[in-house]
């Protein structure tokens, strides 16, 4: 069974830390991709940091601010969080994809950050 399982989430200061860590299990075939999507309150789900054939990839609102790492020894991803915002408050979901085999697209069932000022 596919899974991917997020863990780390919880509440920080802003100004703090915070990593968010996701675990990749059941796949027959490497995701080409993996990565995180976030979802605050009343708005839509964007791109906060995807690694694509080793390539990270950015959203505009965390650039510079939130590192991803990919671990492919482990199937392991991992968002840190620096500097933390409040507008960084939000259901941060962990997403696999990849072709080989098929076409295949996995979304964890997300974790909350909660950041205050």
Do not use: H
């Not at 059941?26 to 080409?32: M, Q, S």
């Not at 990270?56 to 020894?73: A, E, H, Q």
């Not at 392991?76 to 295949?104: H, I, R």
């Amino acid at each position: 069974q596919v899974q991917l399982v997020e863990s780390g989430g919880g509440s920080a200061q802003a100004g703090g830390s915070l990593r968010l860590s996701c675990v990749a299990s059941g796949f027959k075939y490497r995701p080409t991709g993996i990565g995180w999507y976030r979802q605050a309150p009343g708005k839509k789900r964007e791109l906060v940091a995807t690694v694509w054939s080793g390539r990270p990839n950015y959203g505009d609102s965390v650039k510079g601010r939130l590192i991803i790492s990919r671990d492919n020894t482990k199937d392991m991803v991992y968002l840190q969080m620096n500097s933390p915002k409040p507008e960084d408050t939000a259901v941060y979901y962990c997403k696999a994809w990849g072709s080989v085999g098929g076409n295949f697209d996995e979304w964890g069932q997300g974790i909350q950050v909660t950041v205050s000022a």
